[in-house]
Structures are given as structure tokens and as C-alpha cells.
């Protein structure tokens, strides 16, 4: 594999495979409902391989500058067009693989609108989870894949920079005259 297609494989890991987790969630609650076997599956993968693909997407936006890294009101844009469209594309695939019709209940308008309403939503969750593991995926390949030393550098700055923060508010709320550290004035 050829390097820049390997470092765009590494980076779009996290966001496919929480598409991926979320799919196996819908699979897990379908079978927690009773459904069969072969549709419990066929749920699992008709919305997990969507997802994962806008997981995808939404990273390969980020690596190129496209969205903000971190940021909440982008993903939360985004979201909101890629939810509907991978429900959407869920919902015929169930329809086919299933031999039944596609369920629009309202039409396929109030549909896709209330998709983007728990896109929205799925955001928040898309977020967090990929905040809190990324980072940790970062750190394994920030040595060979450039984008990933990008990340790296911009969270260390930024926790550096809320450290700053936290020492400068605390010593503002000390009394005058008192040291930062006891045990250093005494030295």
C-alpha cells in the first residue's frame, strides 16, 4: 500500500469504525427486540456500513481542513446531512435484502427531517466517542503519518494552554503574598 494511502487509511479508522459500532448497537437492540437472526444482521450492516462510510467521510474532511478539529458545531452540520442519507440508503437495503418496501411513515420528507433531527444528536455521541478514543489511535501512528503528528501537536497545545489557564486562575484566587507551592517557599 502505497504510503499516502496508507497514512488516509489510518486517519479514517476512528470515524469508520464508530459508523461501524453504531450499526452493531442497532443490531444488538433488533435482536434485544425479538427479530431474527438474518434480520438482525441485515440491520447491523444495512446502517453500520453507511455510517461507517460518513465516519470515513467526516475524517477525510477533517485531515484535509475542511471541518475544525474538535469541534462540535461542524460535526453537528455534517451530521445533520449524513444521518438521513445513510438512513436513508439503511432503509433500502433492509427493503431489498428483506424483500419488503422501504417504511417512510410520514413520507419520505417528514422522514429525512427527523432523520436530521437524530442526526443531530448522533453528533454529540459521534464526538464524544471519537474524542476520547482517536487520540489514543494518534499516538500509536503519529511517528510516520504526518496529519497525525498535526493532531497531536494541536490537542498538546491546547491542553498546555487550558494548564495555563487553570495555574493562572488559581493563582489569582490566592491571597497575596501566599507561595504557589508551600513546600517550594521553604526551600
Aim: aromatic share 10%.
Amino acid at each position: 500500500m502505497p504510503p499516502g494511502l496508507r497514512n488516509t487509511a489510518e486517519l479514517v479508522l476512528p470515524g469508520a469504525m464508530i459508523g461501524l459500532l453504531a450499526g452493531a448497537i442497532v443490531g444488538g437492540l433488533a435482536a434485544f427486540g425479538g427479530l431474527p437472526a438474518g434480520t438482525t444482521a441485515i440491520s447491523a450492516a444495512a446502517l453500520g456500513i453507511p455510517l461507517a462510510a460518513a465516519g470515513a467521510g467526516y475524517e477525510l474532511l477533517v485531515a484535509r481542513g475542511r471541518l475544525r478539529l474538535g469541534g462540535i458545531a461542524p460535526a453537528a452540520l455534517y451530521w445533520l446531512f449524513a444521518f438521513p442519507a445513510a438512513r436513508l440508503v439503511d432503509q433500502a437495503l433492509v427493503a431489498v435484502l428483506t424483500g419488503s418496501t422501504p417504511d417512510y411513515r410520514g413520507g419520505v420528507a417528514a422522514f429525512v427531517v427527523w432523520q436530521a433531527i437524530v442526526g443531530s444528536l448522533f453528533s454529540i455521541g459521534f464526538i464524544w466517542i471519537r474524542e476520547h478514543l482517536s487520540p489514543l489511535w494518534w499516538l500509536r501512528i503519529y511517528h510516520h503519518n504526518p496529519v497525525a503528528q498535526r493532531y497531536v501537536a494541536q490537542y498538546t497545545q491546547q491542553a498546555v494552554m487550558a494548564q495555563e489557564r487553570k495555574e493562572a486562575k488559581q493563582a489569582r484566587q490566592r491571597p497575596s503574598g501566599q507561595a504557589a507551592d508551600p513546600g517550594r517557599a521553604r526551600r
